[in-house]
């Protein structure tokens, strides 16, 4: 493989996303648990404590007291791990958006962003079950180890020499897991939360989906990016004028007319991408729609609408804020 076809690969949306945002997460916590079994019970060298255990910071009694809450500590990821996923988050806010899309590439962009939202609610679902799991676990373990800490067996003897080894290595793994994964949705919901800050983005993205249509292969694919390509713009357009398209006739027009590899309605709506003038497609619609309905002018959205496009952000930063203020309370299995 070239050197500029392999730059290429890895730098696509279907290598690059899984490599940052799945496979490196992983590997880190596999070395961080690998060391904290290697480590346990013994004094941890500069290089486990500073590149891959995460930072404790013990709350002061007197907050516990005002607060009336349990003892607790804020555990951050380790700094390295951070500071590699937040260049990646940060990576939108570089560039002006036209720049960005026109360096990451149409298909890149929109296939990232559809990625990192399944990884998203994929690492909140294990997040929460993993620490629903660390619930379950701790009282069960303490209960079993304590009268083997009574009898005066250290703790490394309890956890790998005793015949409970195999849960507590188990917990250990789970808390690590925890504590560092965490960070992921965490900088993902960044990452979104930068793309969406700019108004601009959701115009750009309608039109890579557009442009992905000529790209694609199959109708069933080009349906895909037309109604993602419509429903995009008409985010954009809702955020402009505080109204919205009706974009489900629209949609159901252009697919009914022709196949879409061969469309002079689709053709139309795209070439009225082109140009500086980012509302040319909005009128454009409108004037379609005037030739197949009365009365076709911007509708206001309702508050039920509103809500649920909301709700694709509102809810990801909900659990974060859930999953970390519950992490808090969680003991490390040494304690």
């Known amino acids: 493989m070239k050197h500029s076809n392999f730059k290429e690969w890895l730098w696509s949306a279907k290598v690059l996303t899984p490599i940052v945002w799945i496979i490196f997460p992983l590997g880190y916590i596999t070395i961080v648990f690998i060391l904290s079994i290697l480590t346990f019970g013994g004094e941890s060298t500069f290089y486990m404590e500073s590149l891959f255990k995460p930072l404790v910071f013990k709350i002061p009694f007197e907050v516990h007291e005002f607060l009336n809450i349990p003892r607790a500590s804020i555990i951050i990821p380790p700094l390295p791990f951070m500071i590699i996923l937040s260049l990646f988050s940060l990576l ?32 909140l679902i294990t997040l929460i079950v993993t620490i629903i799991i660390l619930y379950s676990l701790y009282p069960f373990l303490n209960k079993l180890v304590r009268p083997l800490s ?11 020499h005793s015949e409970y080894s195999s849960l507590a290595i188990l917990t250990i793994f789970l808390y690590y897991y925890v504590f560092v994964l965490a960070a992921v ?8 939360l930068l793309e969406h800050a700019r108004k601009q983005f959701r115009f750009y993205y309608a039109k890579a989906c557009f442009e992905m249509i000529n790209e694609s292969k199959n109708e069933p694919d080009k349906n895909g990016y037309l109604l993602l390509g419509l429903d995009w713009y008409n985010k954009f357009v809702k955020r402009i004028t505080k109204g919205g398209i009706d974009i489900q006739t629209i949609y159901s027009k252009i697919v009914s007319h022709a196949p879409l590899s061969d469309n002079i309605l689709l053709d139309t709506i795209m070439e009225s991408f082109h140009g500086d003038d980012e509302l040319k497609p909005m009128r454009h619609m409108l004037d379609l729609l005037s030739c197949w309905k009365e009365g076709a002018t911007l ?7 509103r809500v649920k496009e909301s709700s694709d952000l509102l809810i990801p930063i909900v659990t974060v804020a859930i999953t970390i203020i519950t992490t808090f309370f969680l003991k490390a299995p040494s304690q």
């Open 92 to 123: 939108p806010a570089i560039y002006p958006t036209e720049k960005f899309f026109e360096k990451r590439g149409n298909e890149n962009a929109v296939l990232e962003y559809r990625q990192i939202r399944k990884i998203l609610f994929a690492f």
């Open 150 to 160: 009574e009898q005066g067996m250290s703790r490394y003897e309890i956890f790998f």
């Open 185 to 192: 949705p965490i900088f993902i919901l960044l990452k979104l």
């Open 299 to 305: 509708v206001k959205e309702s508050l039920r609408t």
